[in-house]
């Protein structure tokens, strides 16, 4: 094919991939390109802000490594991480809501018993979280896996520490026979995302701040209900709305009581003050794999 012109160019890459062997590979790319092109026509793209967006994607690459996921942050801020949870994730009324699952997740964190701290020496004022993970019909499930991940007082995860080792603020445990579980950390406190690179510049120039609302993140999965990805928020936090990266829901906003010190709810004395946190987790059942009805 020759003479390939500004009318004629979407149509021509379109029928160079017909050919593709995966339907599913075909109908994305398919997608791609027509939106790709029809950006380009929306604004006119010029060369120099062409080289200059690739020069962008040429930075979000060079500062990604296997601590710094600079591409999940761009999704994040462009409501994309977000968006494809809302499509991957409806669920009938009264089941706890997804949110993004953020770059800070680690495999393999060390296991926790209830009751146990899983701050584990993060910084930060003692939080003590209780809560319970049911089905729909309010059906208790027990041993689920719960894994919860946070930032500390100064808005780090651990893997932000250079040089250091070991897990802080993060952990994994089992809910008890009746669905309960409880643990120790710390007072979650709203934090900015990571803003010293080019996703940081970006959202600087289109005058927008880096900041999230306080969270813990949670992840929990058992036998015969759907996977939950999803974070509690801190009441009365003052980025609730205006996320960084869009995740808050009403629904996941709770109340962190806070306490003088005194007496915690595990009985331990705590020296300074506290706060306490209780959250329930309702499960939507997997669809069945054949036949029936879904639920
Ligand atoms: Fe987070």
């Not at 160019?9 to 991939?17: C, D, F, G, M, Y």
């Not at 208790?140 to 932000?160: K, L, M, T």
């Not at 080019?198 to 949670?218: I, Q, S, T």
Request: glycine share 10%; proline share 5%; with cysteine.
């Amino acid at each position: 094919m020759r003479n390939v012109d500004e009318d004629s160019i979407t149509q021509i890459v379109l029928a160079r991939q017909a050919q593709a062997q995966d339907p599913r590979l075909k109908q994305v790319m398919t997608s791609v390109v027509q939106h790709l092109h029809a950006f380009a026509r929306d604004v006119e793209l010029t060369e120099e802000e062409w080289f200059k967006g690739i020069q962008f994607l040429t930075d979000v690459g060079h500062i990604t490594d296997d601590k710094r996921q600079e591409f999940i942050l761009l999704s994040d801020t462009l409501g994309l991480s977000m968006l494809v949870t809302a499509l991957n994730n409806r669920k009938p009324e009264g089941c706890t809501e997804a949110t993004v699952f953020g770059p800070f997740f680690v495999e393999h964190a060390p296991h926790y018993e209830n009751g146990e701290d899983v701050a584990n020496g993060a910084k930060g004022e003692p939080c003590f979280v209780s809560g319970r993970v049911t089905g729909l019909t309010g059906e208790p499930i027990p041993n689920a896996h719960i894994e919860v991940w946070q930032a500390d007082s100064d808005g780090f995860y651990d893997v932000q520490y250079q040089g250091e080792e070991g897990s802080k603020g993060r952990g994994s445990l089992r809910s008890l026979e009746d669905g309960s579980f409880h643990f120790r950390s710390i007072t979650a406190e709203s934090y900015p995302i990571p803003h010293d690179g080019p996703v940081g510049r970006m959202l600087k120039a289109l005058g927008r701040h880096p900041w999230r609302p306080a969270h813990l993140h949670f992840m929990i999965e058992a036998p015969g209900y759907e996977r939950l990805i999803t974070h509690v928020f801190r009441d009365g936090d003052r980025y609730l709305d205006s996320d960084a990266v869009f995740g808050v829901r009403s629904s996941l906003i709770a109340d962190w009581r806070r306490h003088e010190p005194g007496v915690a709810p595990d009985g331990s004395r705590v020296e300074t003050s506290f706060s306490t946190l209780s959250f329930t987790f309702i499960l939507n059942r997997e669809a069945a794999t054949e036949g029936g009805d879904k639920r």
